[in-house]
């Protein structure tokens, strides 16, 4: 933690940095520098901008550190403004994007803080989920941005308690467009998949399966987790989902996957659970759909709620190869 006379209040509180950065990697201004446009006026016109604009914009961000002008009106890429290459840097700060969406929401805020709820819908008209619905475009971005574009290709060694062995067919629930889904097939040529999201989403996932070689296994089920899902399968796997819910309706899907499962079925939930020594929550959670983490004994909790037939065995750390987990 800094020593309190380290902390510049004027510099915690800058919002013009952030933005020119959301607005640099929306343009693509590094990529177009990195094709070899290094004039302003060139640079503008490759991105249908306004030059001395985007001048101010590139010399602010020049003056953080972010881009080199070796000469003046011309700018170059230095190490920090190289990230802005990665795509899933880019898919996050794209303001046409879903990054954008969620650059906004921070709008939301001081609502949230007055209210304790997410306050998304003041901004745009509607919740969280109900504006993916209504903007096919904006829904792309977001599983674009929660799959292997946007955090690299999942681990499939999911850790089950019990083991894999017994299992023969899973069901991922809220799996996206189904990157960890089939990773796990993949890994594991003696097992059935099917994966559950609304039916705009899934519909992305016939090249993943097929790239994974793995679509005669697989099978894509449109629906909301919060209607009966489907039934008998030995493991059902809950990936960033449950910090997306509060309490109900976390309980309602907990609920939904028990009385799916068979009787020796099983319940795996990845992410959205932060060990009892993890920092405190973040701000997020207030703007984004749902609370993004909860702890072991809120699971509990949770679980006791929904069913009371299954029991919490296990609570463990895990990754994806990129560190994060797409689903």
């Known amino acids: 933690m800094p ?17 020119c950065v959301h607005v640099v990697a929306t343009l693509r201004i590094a990529n177009h520098i990195a094709a070899g446009i ?16 985007l001048h101010r914009v590139l010399r602010h961000l020049v003056g953080k550190g972010v881009f080199e002008e070796p000469a003046p009106g011309q700018f170059a890429l230095n190490e920090p403004a190289r990230g802005l290459l990665d795509s899933p840097l880019r898919l996050g700060l794209d303001l046409d994007g879903f990054g954008g969406r969620m650059a906004y929401a921070w709008g ?3 609502g949230a803080v007055r209210t304790g709820a997410p306050a998304y819908h003041t901004v745009f008209g509607r919740s969280f ?5 209504a903007h096919p475009d904006l829904a792309a971005s ?12 999942p681990d499939p060694d999911v850790l089950v308690s019990g083991g894999w062995e017994s299992v023969r067919t899973v069901v991922d629930v809220g799996g996206g467009t189904g990157a960890l889904l089939a990773e796990v097939l993949r890994a594991r040529p003696t097992v059935h998949g ?10 992305r996932s016939a090249e993943i399966f097929q790239a ?14 919060f209607d009966p899902l489907p039934a008998g399968a030995d493991l059902y796997l809950l990936k960033s989902v449950m910090g997306d819910w509060p309490d109900r309706e976390a309980t309602a899907i907990l609920r939904r996957c028990a009385d799916a499962a068979r009787p020796a079925g099983r319940i795996v939930i990845l992410n959205g659970v932060s060990p009892d020594d993890a920092g405190g929550p973040s701000p997020a959670l207030l703007v984004a759909p749902g609370r993004l983490e909860i702890d072991p004994d809120e699971i509990a909790s949770v679980r006791t709620k929904a069913v ?5 065995r296990r609570v463990a750390p895990t990754r994806s190869r990129s560190g994060d987990s797409p689903r």
Do not use: K, Y
């Open 3 to 19: 020593q309190r006379d380290e902390v510049n209040i004027w510099a915690l509180s800058d919002l013009g940095t952030p933005w």
């Open 308 to 312: 009371t037939r299954f029991r919490c």
């Open 38 to 53: 290094a004039h302003i006026d060139d640079l503008a016109a490759a991105s249908r901008s306004h030059a001395d604009s």
């Open 212 to 225: 994974a070689g793995v679509s005669e296994r697989a099978t894509a089920v449109g629906q909301s987790f």
């Open 129 to 133: 989920w109900e504006d993916l619905q």
């Open 194 to 203: 099917t994966l559950v999201d609304l039916p705009t989403t899934v519909a």
């Open 142 to 153: 977001f599983d674009a941005l929660m799959g292997p574009a946007g955090h690299g290709t």
């Open 108 to 110: 939301s805020l001081l």
